[in-house]
Nanobody, 123 residues
Framework: EVQLVESGGGSVQAGESLRLSCVAP????????VGWFRQAPGKEREGVSC????????YYADSVKGRFTISTDNAKNTVFLQMNSLRPDDTAVYYC????????????????WGQGTQVTVSS
């Protein structure tokens, strides 16, 4: 069974940076697209960024374009989310998820989810 483990969350001030990691032992990035999602209190879970299988393409939500960057380290089975210029409205639990697809996919299609990591940004 595929397991995803996120890390790197924390509490920062507005304008600072964090790098989230998603380790997926045994997951082939050549076959799976991996996405980052977030859920703020009282809100629905939303897509933040995604990388297609084989690094075929990337996706960013409008709210994070130019501030967040997704990348992969295939040798370490790890997907990163570099988050710069953080804002208070970025505060949420961040999850990584995987789907056996070339394409970044809508949230309901993701088969495997991590447990989440909390990101808190104060003003």
């Amino acid at each position: 069974e595929v397991q995803l483990v996120e890390s790197g969350g924390g509490s920062v001030q507005a304008g600072e940076s964090l790098r989230l990691s998603c380790v997926a032992p045994g997951l082939s990035f050549d076959r799976y697209a991996v996405g980052w999602f977030r859920q703020a209190p009282g809100k629905e879970r939303e897509g933040v960024s995604c990388v297609g299988s084989g690094n075929s393409h990337t996706y960013y939500a409008d709210s994070v374009k130019g501030r967040f960057t997704i990348s992969t380290d295939n040798a370490k089975n790890t997907v990163f989310l570099q988050m710069n210029s953080l804002r208070p409205d970025d505060t949420a639990v961040y999850y990584c998820a995987a789907v056996k697809s070339v394409m970044c996919s809508p949230l309901p299609l993701y088969d495997y989810w991590g447990q989440g990591t909390q990101v808190t940004v104060s003003s």
